[in-house]
């Protein structure tokens, strides 16, 4: 594994991250109130647009000049994660396997900066960062040898 570009590809997911988790908190909350999955299905599809730009022009620096293949191999692995690893998690971590959510909550509830954020905000945002974690491994491997090979 080339350590540098894991480095670019979490520097890169971070950016995406702060895309996803902005747009999925706007739809949750304010105006919006979505339920968590369908805000889940709007943030993420943003976050794929500049994702897809970013990892292309930047982490894998593919110049391969067909962008059809590109796109639809990394739709597939995207919306498979996006859509399907991350809707699981966010399921299983939100009504099955709980207690490392709890947990985490509680400790997260005792710091500074998060005693004014109410333990809903905390849980919602808490199963979306597992979820995150999850697709982020299956998109590396699959963007690395599947979609941008060098």
Same mark, same amino acid.
């Given at each position: 594994?080339?350590?540098?570009?894991?480095?670019? *590809?979490?520097? @890169?997911? /971070?950016?995406?991250?702060?895309?996803?988790?902005?747009?999925?908190?706007? &739809? #949750?909350?304010?105006?919006?109130?979505?339920?968590?999955?369908?805000?889940?299905?709007?943030?993420?599809?943003?976050?794929?647009?500049?994702?897809?730009?970013?990892?292309?022009?930047?982490?894998?620096?593919?110049?391969?000049?067909?962008?059809?293949?590109?796109?639809?191999? *990394?739709?597939? @692995?995207? /919306?498979?994660?996006?859509?399907?690893?991350?809707?699981?998690?966010?399921? &299983? #971590?939100?009504?099955?396997?709980?207690?490392?959510?709890?947990?985490?909550?509680?400790?997260?509830?005792?710091?500074?900066?998060?005693?004014?954020?109410?333990?809903?905000?905390?849980?919602?945002?808490?199963?979306?960062?597992?979820?995150?974690?999850?697709?982020?491994?299956?998109?590396?491997?699959?963007?690395?040898?599947?979609?941008?090979?060098?």
């Amino acid at each position: 594994m080339d350590i540098g570009q894991f480095l670019l *590809f979490c520097f @890169v997911g /971070v950016l995406n991250t702060l895309v996803d988790y902005s747009a999925y908190n706007a &739809l #949750t909350g304010g105006p919006f109130k979505w339920k968590r999955i369908p805000a889940n299905i709007g943030s993420t599809t943003a976050a794929m647009i500049f994702s897809f730009l970013a990892n292309r022009n930047f982490v894998f620096q593919s110049e391969a000049p067909d962008l059809v293949f590109p796109v639809i191999k *990394f739709l597939w @692995v995207t /919306v498979v994660s996006a859509y399907l690893i991350q809707n699981i998690i966010i399921y &299983l #971590t939100s009504t099955v396997i709980t207690g490392p959510g709890r947990l985490l909550q509680q400790l997260l509830s005792n710091l500074p900066f998060l005693k004014k954020q109410s333990s809903e905000f905390l849980e919602k945002n808490i199963v979306k960062t597992f979820a995150v974690s999850g697709g982020m491994f299956w998109n590396y491997f699959w963007y690395k040898f599947h979609v941008f090979p060098a």
